[in-house]
């Protein structure tokens, strides 16, 4: 199946600075990618989606300013929390869809585990 | 917008028996696709079955089934001859421009 990398899979970071977490899709074009939070025995909350080459779209209650993700290309988009809160810390996980190909199914990272003092 | 419920949080079963995890959805589209994803201690989610809404036939992967009832809007999973390695998370999703998953079902393998 395709491989979809996340890194790093464990971050601490202090109160007030950034975090940014990449996630690669290593052997597949993937034309969209979706960014999740799940919290600690919860579910997967769908943070944004993002189309390479165009701004995210991000879902209701979602900081945009906050939460930055840059699609730059067809293998990596990144997650970057700015001024990072402890009630950021959460895992963090991306997928990726391979577009015009896809079968619907979406392939997921290993997750990132933030963790903010 | 969808809506996915699994309305059983934990099950538990007896190694080698057979269980059943359900999910309904809420959707007032035609053309979808419906999965279960499987959740280990890792966190890595791992896919387990898939269904595309226009096929009639359930799905089957080795000892996993699906009961897809497309007008009842319910898709349930059918684990047969259950492993301690089964063990894990379930979380039913729908998947139409983006992948909505529902609450999850904690499930513990007993050996």
């Known amino acids: 199946g395709a491989v979809v990398s996340q890194h790093p899979s464990w971050v601490i970071c202090k109160s007030g600075t950034s975090v940014k977490i990449e996630c690669r899709s290593l052997d597949f074009q993937a034309t969209t990618m979706f960014w999740y939070r799940q919290f600690p025995k919860q579910s997967l909350m769908l943070m944004a989606t993002s189309n390479e080459g165009s701004k995210a779209t991000y879902e209701q209650g979602v900081e945009k300013d906050k939460f930055l993700i840059n699609h730059a290309s067809l293998t990596l988009s990144t997650l970057t929390v700015t001024s990072a809160h402890p009630e950021d810390s959460s895992f963090y996980i991306c997928?990726?869809?391979?577009?015009?190909?896809?079968?619907?199914?979406?392939?997921f990272g290993e997750g990132s585990r933030l963790t903010v003092l | 917008a969808q809506t996915v419920t699994q309305s059983q949080p934990e099950m538990s079963v007896q190694e080698a028996e057979t269980v059943t995890l359900s999910c309904t959805y809420d959707t007032s589209e035609s053309n979808y696709y419906l999965f279960w994803y499987k959740q280990p201690p890792s966190r890595q989610m791992i896919l387990v079955i898939r269904q595309e809404a226009y096929k009639q036939q359930n799905a089957t992967e080795n000892r996993f089934s699906v009961n897809f009832q497309k007008a009842a809007k319910s898709f349930s999973l059918k684990i047969s001859d259950s492993q301690l390695g089964d063990t894990a998370m379930y979380f039913c999703a729908f998947m139409r421009q983006k992948l909505t998953f529902g609450t999850g079902t904690r499930l513990t393998i007993i050996p």
């Open positions: 997928s990726a869809s391979p577009g015009v190909r896809s079968t619907g199914e979406l392939f």
